[in-house]
Protein backbone atom coordinates (compact mmCIF):
# COMPACT_ATOMS: atom_id res chain seq x y z
CA UNK A 1 0.00 0.00 0.00
CA UNK A 2 1.34 3.24 -0.85
CA UNK A 3 2.80 5.64 2.06
CA UNK A 4 0.02 8.41 1.34
CA UNK A 5 -3.03 5.93 0.99
CA UNK A 6 -1.24 4.18 4.42
CA UNK A 7 -1.65 8.03 5.89
CA UNK A 8 -5.31 8.62 4.40
CA UNK A 9 -6.77 5.40 5.98
CA UNK A 10 -4.84 5.77 9.20
CA UNK A 11 -7.32 8.41 10.40
CA UNK A 12 -4.44 10.78 10.97
CA UNK A 13 -4.23 14.22 9.95
CA UNK A 14 -2.30 14.16 6.65
CA UNK A 15 0.18 16.10 4.56
CA UNK A 16 1.09 16.70 0.92
CA UNK A 17 3.29 19.06 -0.86
CA UNK A 18 3.88 19.43 -4.56
CA UNK A 19 6.45 19.10 -7.28
CA UNK A 20 6.47 21.00 -10.28
CA UNK A 21 8.65 19.87 -12.77
CA UNK A 22 11.04 22.40 -14.35
CA UNK A 23 10.85 23.74 -18.19
CA UNK A 24 13.98 22.01 -19.35
CA UNK A 25 16.15 19.21 -18.28
CA UNK A 26 18.00 20.83 -15.70
CA UNK A 27 16.54 19.16 -12.57
CA UNK A 28 19.08 20.34 -9.94
CA UNK A 29 16.62 22.26 -8.15
CA UNK A 30 13.62 20.24 -8.31
CA UNK A 31 15.64 17.48 -7.08
CA UNK A 32 16.75 19.33 -4.20
CA UNK A 33 12.81 20.13 -3.44
CA UNK A 34 11.99 16.62 -3.59
CA UNK A 35 14.96 15.36 -0.85
CA UNK A 36 13.80 18.09 0.97
CA UNK A 37 10.17 17.16 1.17
CA UNK A 38 10.00 13.37 0.84
CA UNK A 39 10.12 12.77 4.12
CA UNK A 40 8.40 15.33 5.69
CA UNK A 41 4.90 15.09 3.90
CA UNK A 42 2.79 11.88 3.38
CA UNK A 43 3.10 12.40 -0.68
CA UNK A 44 4.18 14.48 -2.98
CA UNK A 45 1.72 15.84 -6.04
CA UNK A 46 3.82 16.32 -9.11
CA UNK A 47 1.31 18.40 -11.84
CA UNK A 48 0.98 17.33 -15.01
CA UNK A 49 1.76 20.41 -17.52
CA UNK A 50 0.57 23.00 -15.25
CA UNK A 51 -1.08 25.64 -16.40
CA UNK A 52 -1.19 24.22 -20.12
CA UNK A 53 2.58 25.51 -19.89
CA UNK A 54 5.22 22.43 -21.38
CA UNK A 55 7.51 21.08 -18.85
CA UNK A 56 9.05 18.05 -17.88
CA UNK A 57 6.32 15.46 -17.83
CA UNK A 58 4.52 14.23 -14.24
CA UNK A 59 4.81 10.48 -15.15
CA UNK A 60 8.83 10.77 -15.20
CA UNK A 61 8.99 12.90 -12.15
CA UNK A 62 6.81 10.57 -10.32
CA UNK A 63 8.83 7.91 -10.83
CA UNK A 64 11.83 9.74 -9.38
CA UNK A 65 10.20 10.63 -6.62
CA UNK A 66 9.27 7.16 -5.78
CA UNK A 67 12.79 5.80 -6.59
CA UNK A 68 14.22 8.21 -3.89
CA UNK A 69 11.85 6.41 -1.39
CA UNK A 70 8.90 9.33 -1.22
CA UNK A 71 5.26 8.44 -2.40
CA UNK A 72 4.32 10.10 -5.81
CA UNK A 73 0.94 11.14 -6.27
CA UNK A 74 0.57 11.33 -10.17
CA UNK A 75 -1.38 14.30 -11.36
CA UNK A 76 -3.11 13.43 -14.60
CA UNK A 77 -5.01 16.21 -16.70
CA UNK A 78 -7.23 15.28 -19.61
CA UNK A 79 -6.35 18.41 -21.99
CA UNK A 80 -3.77 16.31 -23.58
CA UNK A 81 -4.39 12.25 -24.41
CA UNK A 82 -7.33 10.46 -25.33
CA UNK A 83 -8.29 7.39 -23.79
CA UNK A 84 -5.86 5.40 -25.03
CA UNK A 85 -3.13 7.19 -23.89
CA UNK A 86 -4.60 8.12 -20.46
CA UNK A 87 -5.21 4.17 -19.67
CA UNK A 88 -1.82 3.65 -21.60
CA UNK A 89 -0.01 6.29 -19.21
CA UNK A 90 -2.23 4.86 -16.18
CA UNK A 91 -0.05 1.11 -16.67
CA UNK A 92 3.16 2.79 -17.16
CA UNK A 93 2.75 4.43 -13.97
CA UNK A 94 1.59 1.31 -12.53
CA UNK A 95 4.83 -0.22 -14.13
CA UNK A 96 6.47 2.43 -12.35
CA UNK A 97 5.46 1.82 -9.18
CA UNK A 98 3.38 4.90 -8.88
CA UNK A 99 0.45 3.70 -6.51
CA UNK A 100 -1.75 7.75 -6.27
CA UNK A 101 -3.10 9.09 -9.22
CA UNK A 102 -5.06 12.48 -9.01
CA UNK A 103 -7.54 13.45 -11.67
CA UNK A 104 -7.83 17.00 -13.07
CA UNK A 105 -9.74 18.21 -15.97
CA UNK A 106 -6.44 20.46 -16.97
CA UNK A 107 -6.77 23.76 -18.04
CA UNK A 108 -7.17 24.75 -21.34
CA UNK A 109 -4.56 25.14 -23.98
CA UNK A 110 -5.53 28.89 -24.25
CA UNK A 111 -4.33 29.78 -21.02
CA UNK A 112 -0.62 27.84 -21.35
CA UNK A 113 2.20 28.49 -23.67
CA UNK A 114 1.19 26.18 -27.05
CA UNK A 115 -1.69 28.62 -27.21
CA UNK A 116 -2.65 26.67 -31.05
CA UNK A 117 -2.19 23.77 -29.30
CA UNK A 118 -5.48 20.87 -30.20
CA UNK A 119 -6.98 20.54 -26.76
CA UNK A 120 -8.46 17.04 -26.19
CA UNK A 121 -10.97 16.10 -23.43
CA UNK A 122 -11.97 12.78 -25.05
CA UNK A 123 -12.61 12.08 -21.07
CA UNK A 124 -13.90 14.53 -18.41
CA UNK A 125 -12.03 13.69 -14.95
CA UNK A 126 -15.26 11.96 -13.71
CA UNK A 127 -14.29 9.81 -16.94
CA UNK A 128 -10.20 9.25 -15.96
CA UNK A 129 -11.27 8.10 -12.11
CA UNK A 130 -14.07 5.83 -13.39
CA UNK A 131 -11.07 4.82 -15.66
CA UNK A 132 -8.60 4.15 -13.04
CA UNK A 133 -11.12 2.22 -10.53
CA UNK A 134 -11.77 -0.10 -13.74
CA UNK A 135 -8.28 -0.98 -14.26
CA UNK A 136 -7.94 -1.74 -10.48
CA UNK A 137 -10.57 -4.13 -11.04
CA UNK A 138 -8.22 -5.55 -13.97
CA UNK A 139 -10.77 -4.42 -17.22
CA UNK A 140 -9.71 -1.03 -19.27
CA UNK A 141 -12.18 1.86 -20.14
CA UNK A 142 -13.24 -0.29 -22.98
CA UNK A 143 -14.29 -3.41 -20.76
CA UNK A 144 -11.32 -5.74 -22.05
CA UNK A 145 -9.32 -8.20 -19.24
CA UNK A 146 -5.78 -6.62 -18.01
CA UNK A 147 -3.65 -8.86 -17.51
CA UNK A 148 -2.32 -7.56 -13.89
CA UNK A 149 -4.40 -4.65 -12.78
CA UNK A 150 -3.51 -2.10 -11.00
CA UNK A 151 -3.48 -0.59 -7.54
CA UNK A 152 -4.33 3.25 -7.94
CA UNK A 153 -5.53 5.08 -4.57
CA UNK A 154 -7.52 7.49 -7.11
CA UNK A 155 -7.68 11.32 -6.39
CA UNK A 156 -9.42 14.18 -7.54
CA UNK A 157 -10.35 17.67 -7.08
CA UNK A 158 -12.62 20.35 -5.75
CA UNK A 159 -13.42 23.73 -5.76
CA UNK A 160 -15.02 25.69 -2.68
CA UNK A 161 -14.71 28.56 -3.70
CA UNK A 162 -16.59 28.26 -7.15
CA UNK A 163 -18.94 30.50 -8.25
CA UNK A 164 -21.78 29.24 -8.20
CA UNK A 165 -21.24 26.80 -5.73
CA UNK A 166 -23.87 24.39 -6.83
CA UNK A 167 -22.94 22.65 -10.11
CA UNK A 168 -19.82 22.39 -8.21
CA UNK A 169 -20.74 20.52 -5.54
CA UNK A 170 -22.88 17.93 -8.49
CA UNK A 171 -19.73 17.35 -9.98
CA UNK A 172 -18.49 16.51 -6.87
CA UNK A 173 -20.63 14.24 -5.89
CA UNK A 174 -20.22 12.22 -9.47
CA UNK A 175 -16.62 11.91 -8.73
CA UNK A 176 -17.35 10.43 -5.24
CA UNK A 177 -20.13 7.58 -7.14
CA UNK A 178 -17.22 7.38 -9.67
CA UNK A 179 -14.78 6.50 -7.26
CA UNK A 180 -12.56 9.25 -6.46
CA UNK A 181 -11.09 8.28 -2.83
CA UNK A 182 -9.77 11.40 -2.17
CA UNK A 183 -9.37 14.96 -2.99
CA UNK A 184 -7.17 17.62 -2.83
CA UNK A 185 -9.09 21.20 -2.70
CA UNK A 186 -8.63 24.07 -5.12
CA UNK A 187 -6.39 26.95 -2.82
CA UNK A 188 -9.08 28.13 0.67
CA UNK A 189 -8.07 31.50 2.78
CA UNK A 190 -11.73 31.31 4.12
CA UNK A 191 -11.68 28.99 6.89
CA UNK A 192 -15.63 29.63 7.98
CA UNK A 193 -16.47 29.39 3.99
CA UNK A 194 -14.49 25.88 3.94
CA UNK A 195 -16.12 25.03 7.39
CA UNK A 196 -19.87 25.57 5.49
CA UNK A 197 -18.50 23.81 2.15
CA UNK A 198 -16.93 20.84 4.26
CA UNK A 199 -20.69 20.58 5.89
CA UNK A 200 -21.92 20.16 2.23
CA UNK A 201 -19.31 18.00 0.84
CA UNK A 202 -19.85 15.69 3.98
CA UNK A 203 -23.06 14.94 3.25
CA UNK A 204 -22.16 13.73 -0.63
CA UNK A 205 -19.37 11.39 1.60
CA UNK A 206 -21.46 9.87 4.25
CA UNK A 207 -20.73 6.32 4.16
CA UNK A 208 -17.84 6.08 2.27
CA UNK A 209 -14.52 6.23 3.32
CA UNK A 210 -13.65 9.44 0.92
CA UNK A 211 -10.60 11.58 2.60
CA UNK A 212 -10.39 15.30 1.86
CA UNK A 213 -7.84 17.32 1.68
CA UNK A 214 -7.44 21.43 2.17
CA UNK A 215 -5.53 22.89 -0.39
CA UNK A 216 -3.44 25.78 0.91
CA UNK A 217 -1.43 27.75 -0.91
CA UNK A 218 0.66 29.95 0.76
CA UNK A 219 1.30 33.92 0.16
CA UNK A 220 3.88 35.52 -0.86
CA UNK A 221 3.11 39.13 -0.82
CA UNK A 222 -0.26 41.34 -1.10
CA UNK A 223 0.22 41.52 -4.88
CA UNK A 224 0.03 37.51 -5.02
CA UNK A 225 -3.07 37.46 -3.00
CA UNK A 226 -4.42 40.21 -4.86
CA UNK A 227 -3.77 38.83 -8.30
CA UNK A 228 -4.99 35.10 -7.51
CA UNK A 229 -8.20 37.60 -6.54
CA UNK A 230 -8.16 39.11 -10.24
CA UNK A 231 -7.07 36.11 -12.08
CA UNK A 232 -7.42 33.05 -10.27
CA UNK A 233 -10.82 31.48 -10.91
CA UNK A 234 -11.75 29.98 -8.02
CA UNK A 235 -9.67 31.30 -5.41
CA UNK A 236 -10.87 34.02 -3.22
CA UNK A 237 -8.53 35.30 -0.27
CA UNK A 238 -10.66 37.12 1.61
CA UNK A 239 -10.56 40.81 2.86
CA UNK A 240 -9.03 40.37 6.29
CA UNK A 241 -6.21 38.19 5.45
CA UNK A 242 -5.38 40.88 2.52
CA UNK A 243 -5.34 43.74 5.58
CA UNK A 244 -3.13 40.99 6.95
CA UNK A 245 -0.59 41.02 4.56
CA UNK A 246 -0.99 44.25 3.40
CA UNK A 247 -0.72 45.41 7.00
CA UNK A 248 2.96 44.20 7.28
CA UNK A 249 6.01 45.57 5.61
CA UNK A 250 6.99 44.10 2.49
CA UNK A 251 9.93 42.33 3.57
CA UNK A 252 8.08 40.89 6.08
CA UNK A 253 5.06 39.41 3.68
CA UNK A 254 6.41 35.95 2.96
CA UNK A 255 6.91 35.66 6.77
CA UNK A 256 3.18 36.56 7.09
CA UNK A 257 2.11 34.34 4.33
CA UNK A 258 3.44 31.68 6.22
CA UNK A 259 2.16 32.23 9.52
CA UNK A 260 -1.03 32.27 7.99
CA UNK A 261 -0.67 28.66 6.04
CA UNK A 262 0.30 27.43 9.40
CA UNK A 263 -2.58 29.43 11.79
CA UNK A 264 -4.99 27.32 8.80
CA UNK A 265 -3.32 24.33 8.82
CA UNK A 266 -3.55 24.16 12.73
CA UNK A 267 -7.27 25.12 12.62
CA UNK A 268 -8.01 22.81 10.07
CA UNK A 269 -6.51 19.73 12.21
CA UNK A 270 -7.53 21.00 16.18
CA UNK A 271 -11.09 21.34 14.62
CA UNK A 272 -11.05 18.35 12.69
CA UNK A 273 -12.57 20.44 9.81
CA UNK A 274 -11.02 18.26 6.86
CA UNK A 275 -8.69 15.14 6.64
CA UNK A 276 -5.44 17.15 6.00
CA UNK A 277 -3.86 19.33 3.78
CA UNK A 278 -1.99 19.53 0.42
CA UNK A 279 0.28 22.48 0.12
CA UNK A 280 1.27 24.43 -2.41
CA UNK A 281 4.15 27.03 -2.29
CA UNK A 282 4.57 27.31 -5.56
CA UNK A 283 8.57 27.88 -6.14
CA UNK A 284 8.93 27.99 -2.14
CA UNK A 285 9.32 24.42 -1.44
CA UNK A 286 12.05 25.10 1.02
CA UNK A 287 9.85 27.04 3.25
CA UNK A 288 7.42 23.78 3.72
CA UNK A 289 9.32 22.45 6.60
CA UNK A 290 9.48 25.41 8.72
CA UNK A 291 5.43 26.18 7.94
CA UNK A 292 4.94 21.88 9.24
CA UNK A 293 6.84 22.95 12.36
CA UNK A 294 4.81 26.19 12.67
CA UNK A 295 1.92 24.24 12.41
CA UNK A 296 2.33 21.91 15.20
CA UNK A 297 2.84 19.27 12.83
CA UNK A 298 6.44 17.69 13.01
CA UNK A 299 7.55 15.32 10.15
CA UNK A 300 5.29 12.20 9.49
CA UNK A 301 7.48 9.32 8.76
CA UNK B 1 -25.32 28.64 -41.42
CA UNK B 2 -22.03 28.07 -41.84
CA UNK B 3 -20.27 30.68 -40.23
CA UNK B 4 -17.08 32.18 -42.08
CA UNK B 5 -14.92 35.30 -42.33
CA UNK B 6 -13.42 36.60 -45.35
CA UNK B 7 -9.13 36.24 -45.74
CA UNK B 8 -7.24 39.21 -46.23
CA UNK B 9 -7.10 39.93 -49.32
CA UNK B 10 -3.27 40.18 -49.25
CA UNK B 11 -2.96 36.22 -48.29
CA UNK B 12 -6.11 36.01 -51.30
CA UNK B 13 -3.37 37.69 -53.79
CA UNK B 14 -0.39 35.91 -52.68
CA UNK B 15 -2.33 32.44 -53.28
CA UNK B 16 -3.25 33.50 -56.81
CA UNK B 17 0.66 35.08 -57.41
CA UNK B 18 1.20 32.73 -60.33
CA UNK B 19 -2.62 32.82 -61.74
CA UNK B 20 -3.10 36.36 -64.29
CA UNK B 21 -6.95 35.29 -64.75
CA UNK B 22 -9.42 34.38 -61.96
CA UNK B 23 -13.26 33.14 -61.99
CA UNK B 24 -14.62 34.25 -59.38
CA UNK B 25 -17.44 31.75 -57.02
CA UNK B 26 -20.02 33.58 -54.84
CA UNK B 27 -22.47 31.61 -52.61
CA UNK B 28 -26.26 32.72 -52.34
CA UNK B 29 -26.90 31.11 -48.90
CA UNK B 30 -24.76 31.03 -45.77
CA UNK B 31 -21.66 33.42 -47.18
CA UNK B 32 -24.55 35.67 -48.63
CA UNK B 33 -25.80 35.99 -45.21
CA UNK B 34 -22.53 36.25 -43.55
CA UNK B 35 -21.26 39.34 -46.19
CA UNK B 36 -18.18 36.83 -47.24
CA UNK B 37 -19.63 35.67 -50.61
CA UNK B 38 -22.76 37.34 -51.55
CA UNK B 39 -22.73 39.52 -54.98
CA UNK B 40 -21.66 42.60 -53.41
CA UNK B 41 -18.97 40.79 -51.69
CA UNK B 42 -18.01 39.21 -55.36
CA UNK B 43 -18.48 42.64 -57.08
CA UNK B 44 -16.09 44.16 -54.37
CA UNK B 45 -13.86 41.00 -54.60
CA UNK B 46 -13.67 41.67 -58.52
CA UNK B 47 -12.49 45.42 -58.20
CA UNK B 48 -10.04 44.19 -55.46
CA UNK B 49 -8.48 41.86 -57.79
CA UNK B 50 -8.17 44.25 -60.73
CA UNK B 51 -7.06 46.56 -58.64
CA UNK B 52 -3.97 44.04 -58.11
CA UNK B 53 -3.41 43.35 -61.82
CA UNK B 54 -5.76 40.61 -62.48
CA UNK B 55 -7.68 40.01 -64.71
CA UNK B 56 -11.71 38.60 -63.69
CA UNK B 57 -12.60 36.63 -66.56
CA UNK B 58 -16.21 35.57 -64.96
CA UNK B 59 -18.38 35.63 -61.70
CA UNK B 60 -21.59 34.11 -60.65
CA UNK B 61 -23.13 32.80 -57.83
CA UNK B 62 -24.54 29.47 -57.00
CA UNK B 63 -27.43 28.91 -55.20
CA UNK B 64 -25.65 27.30 -52.40
CA UNK B 65 -21.61 26.31 -52.75
CA UNK B 66 -22.23 22.98 -51.10
CA UNK B 67 -24.54 21.57 -54.00
CA UNK B 68 -21.70 20.30 -56.36
CA UNK B 69 -24.55 19.37 -59.30
CA UNK B 70 -25.44 23.06 -59.07
CA UNK B 71 -21.86 24.16 -59.25
CA UNK B 72 -20.81 22.24 -62.17
CA UNK B 73 -24.10 23.34 -64.54
CA UNK B 74 -22.67 26.59 -63.60
CA UNK B 75 -19.63 26.10 -64.74
CA UNK B 76 -20.64 24.84 -67.52
CA UNK B 77 -22.70 27.61 -68.37
CA UNK B 78 -19.09 29.20 -68.24
CA UNK B 79 -16.96 27.23 -70.73
CA UNK B 80 -15.36 29.65 -71.93
CA UNK B 81 -14.57 31.47 -69.16
CA UNK B 82 -13.98 28.17 -66.95
CA UNK B 83 -11.29 27.24 -70.11
CA UNK B 84 -9.52 30.46 -70.40
CA UNK B 85 -8.69 31.36 -66.23
CA UNK B 86 -6.05 29.25 -64.64
CA UNK B 87 -7.77 30.04 -61.04
CA UNK B 88 -11.28 30.07 -59.42
CA UNK B 89 -11.42 32.45 -56.41
CA UNK B 90 -14.53 30.77 -54.25
CA UNK B 91 -16.09 33.16 -51.92
CA UNK B 92 -17.91 30.42 -49.87
CA UNK B 93 -17.33 27.63 -47.24
CA UNK B 94 -14.33 25.17 -47.45
CA UNK B 95 -17.37 22.55 -48.72
CA UNK B 96 -18.16 24.78 -51.82
CA UNK B 97 -14.33 25.45 -52.39
CA UNK B 98 -14.39 21.69 -52.74
CA UNK B 99 -17.56 21.30 -54.93
CA UNK B 100 -15.37 23.72 -57.32
CA UNK B 101 -12.64 21.43 -56.95
CA UNK B 102 -15.37 18.85 -58.21
CA UNK B 103 -16.23 20.43 -61.61
CA UNK B 104 -12.56 21.60 -62.76
CA UNK B 105 -8.72 20.89 -62.79
CA UNK B 106 -7.48 24.71 -62.42
CA UNK B 107 -5.73 25.72 -59.55
CA UNK B 108 -8.92 26.61 -56.80
CA UNK B 109 -7.99 29.06 -54.00
CA UNK B 110 -10.32 29.98 -51.12
CA UNK B 111 -11.55 33.55 -50.27
CA UNK B 112 -12.47 33.37 -47.06
CA UNK B 113 -12.27 31.32 -43.17
CA UNK B 114 -15.20 28.84 -42.16
CA UNK B 115 -15.32 29.14 -38.50
CA UNK B 116 -18.75 27.16 -37.29
CA UNK B 117 -22.12 26.46 -37.80
CA UNK B 118 -23.76 28.81 -36.01
CA UNK B 119 -27.25 30.32 -34.90
CA UNK B 120 -27.83 33.92 -35.73
CA UNK B 121 -28.34 35.83 -33.20
CA UNK B 122 -29.23 39.25 -34.54
CA UNK B 123 -27.51 40.28 -37.97
CA UNK B 124 -23.65 39.92 -37.90
CA UNK B 125 -24.05 38.47 -34.63
CA UNK B 126 -23.40 34.25 -34.62
CA UNK B 127 -23.23 31.87 -32.18
CA UNK B 128 -21.75 28.30 -32.45
CA UNK B 129 -23.82 25.47 -30.00
CA UNK B 130 -24.12 22.23 -32.24
CA UNK B 131 -20.90 20.84 -33.34
CA UNK B 132 -22.06 18.00 -35.47
CA UNK B 133 -21.03 15.19 -32.90
CA UNK B 134 -23.08 12.40 -34.41
CA UNK B 135 -25.26 11.99 -31.74
CA UNK B 136 -27.56 14.44 -29.96
CA UNK B 137 -27.53 14.32 -26.29
CA UNK B 138 -29.41 17.58 -25.50
CA UNK B 139 -32.23 15.66 -24.22
CA UNK B 140 -29.94 15.17 -20.90
CA UNK B 141 -28.59 18.95 -20.79
CA UNK B 142 -31.53 20.70 -20.92
CA UNK B 143 -31.46 21.12 -24.57
CA UNK B 144 -28.09 23.34 -23.99
CA UNK B 145 -24.98 21.16 -25.66
CA UNK B 146 -22.45 21.03 -23.14
CA UNK B 147 -20.24 19.60 -25.90
CA UNK B 148 -20.32 22.31 -27.82
CA UNK B 149 -20.40 25.15 -25.68
CA UNK B 150 -18.49 24.26 -22.69
CA UNK B 151 -14.52 24.98 -23.92
CA UNK B 152 -13.42 21.62 -22.42
CA UNK B 153 -16.83 19.62 -24.11
CA UNK B 154 -16.90 18.54 -20.43
CA UNK B 155 -19.88 15.90 -19.79
CA UNK B 156 -20.53 15.79 -16.12
CA UNK B 157 -20.23 19.46 -14.60
CA UNK B 158 -18.00 22.81 -14.99
CA UNK B 159 -14.56 22.30 -14.27
CA UNK B 160 -12.40 24.34 -11.75
CA UNK B 161 -12.52 27.41 -14.11
CA UNK B 162 -15.93 28.41 -13.72
CA UNK B 163 -15.62 32.31 -12.80
CA UNK B 164 -18.71 34.07 -11.81
CA UNK B 165 -20.63 32.09 -13.96
CA UNK B 166 -18.19 32.61 -16.99
CA UNK B 167 -16.15 30.78 -18.61
CA UNK B 168 -11.97 31.01 -18.09
CA UNK B 169 -11.12 30.40 -21.30
CA UNK B 170 -13.39 33.81 -22.35
CA UNK B 171 -14.67 36.03 -19.94
CA UNK B 172 -17.57 37.48 -22.50
CA UNK B 173 -19.11 33.87 -22.69
CA UNK B 174 -20.88 31.69 -20.07
CA UNK B 175 -20.24 28.92 -18.57
CA UNK B 176 -22.24 26.48 -20.43
CA UNK B 177 -22.92 24.35 -17.01
CA UNK B 178 -24.47 26.92 -15.01
CA UNK B 179 -26.62 27.84 -18.37
CA UNK B 180 -27.33 24.05 -17.93
CA UNK B 181 -27.83 23.65 -14.12
CA UNK B 182 -30.14 26.45 -14.33
CA UNK B 183 -32.23 25.40 -16.73
CA UNK B 184 -32.42 21.39 -15.54
CA UNK B 185 -33.42 23.21 -12.22
CA UNK B 186 -36.20 25.09 -13.78
CA UNK B 187 -37.54 22.11 -15.17
CA UNK B 188 -37.49 20.21 -12.20
CA UNK B 189 -35.18 18.08 -14.20
CA UNK B 190 -32.25 17.73 -11.56
CA UNK B 191 -32.21 13.97 -12.10
CA UNK B 192 -29.96 14.65 -15.04
CA UNK B 193 -27.73 16.60 -13.17
CA UNK B 194 -27.33 13.84 -10.73
CA UNK B 195 -26.09 11.43 -13.16
CA UNK B 196 -22.86 10.17 -14.91
CA UNK B 197 -22.72 10.67 -18.18
CA UNK B 198 -20.15 8.55 -20.25
CA UNK B 199 -17.82 9.92 -22.72
CA UNK B 200 -18.73 10.97 -26.26
CA UNK B 201 -18.53 7.83 -28.64
CA UNK B 202 -16.35 9.64 -31.55
CA UNK B 203 -16.18 7.83 -34.25
CA UNK B 204 -20.46 7.38 -34.29
CA UNK B 205 -19.95 9.09 -37.91
CA UNK B 206 -16.73 7.74 -39.26
CA UNK B 207 -14.92 10.53 -40.58
CA UNK B 208 -14.55 12.07 -43.42
CA UNK B 209 -18.79 11.30 -42.82
CA UNK B 210 -20.74 9.70 -45.61
CA UNK B 211 -24.48 9.40 -46.28
CA UNK B 212 -26.04 7.35 -49.09
CA UNK B 213 -29.43 6.24 -49.73
CA UNK B 214 -30.29 2.89 -48.07
CA UNK B 215 -30.60 0.26 -50.47
CA UNK B 216 -34.19 -1.13 -51.17
CA UNK B 217 -34.75 -4.48 -49.98
CA UNK B 218 -36.10 -7.22 -52.35
CA UNK B 219 -39.42 -7.83 -51.90
CA UNK B 220 -38.95 -11.25 -50.24
CA UNK B 221 -37.15 -9.90 -47.34
CA UNK B 222 -39.03 -6.28 -46.72
CA UNK B 223 -42.20 -8.68 -46.36
CA UNK B 224 -40.77 -9.87 -43.47
CA UNK B 225 -39.04 -12.87 -44.33
CA UNK B 226 -35.17 -12.99 -42.29
CA UNK B 227 -32.44 -15.15 -43.59
CA UNK B 228 -31.44 -17.58 -41.01
Known sequence: ????????????????????????????????????????????????????????????????????????????????????????????????????????????????????????????????????????????WAGNDLDGATNFYVGAVVTPEADPLEPQLYKFARKVEGGAQFFQTQAVYDMDHFQRFMEDARTVTEGTEVKLMAGLVVLTSLGMAKYMNRAVPGIMVPDVILEEMGGVPKEEALRKGMEICARHIRFLK???????????????????????????????? | MIIAKKKPIEEIIESLATD??????????????????????????????????????????????CQELDLKRILRQHKEAAEE?????????????????????????????????????????????????????????????????????????PCGGTNHGKCEVDPEKDCAWVLIHQQLRKEGREDKLARVHPPKDWNVVARPGRVVPAKEEPATEAAGAKKP
Open chain 2, 85 to 157: TEAFLVLSCGAGTQSVREGTQKHVVPGTDSLFLGNIKRAGTYEEKCSLCGKCVLDEYGAICPVTRCAKGLLNG
Open chain 1, 1 to 140: MSAYREACESGRFVVSGEIGPPKGTNVQTMLHHIDLLKDQVDGLNVTDNQSSVMRLGSLAVSHEIVSRGGDAIFQMTCRDRNRLALGSDLLSAAFLGIANVLCLTGDHPSVGDHKEAKSVYDFDSVHLIQCARKMNEGHD
Open chain 1, 270 to 301: ENQICDGVHIMAIGKEELIPEILTMAGLAATT
Open chain 2, 20 to 65: KTVFIVGCGECATVTQTGGEKEVAEMKAALEAAGKKVVGVDMVAAG
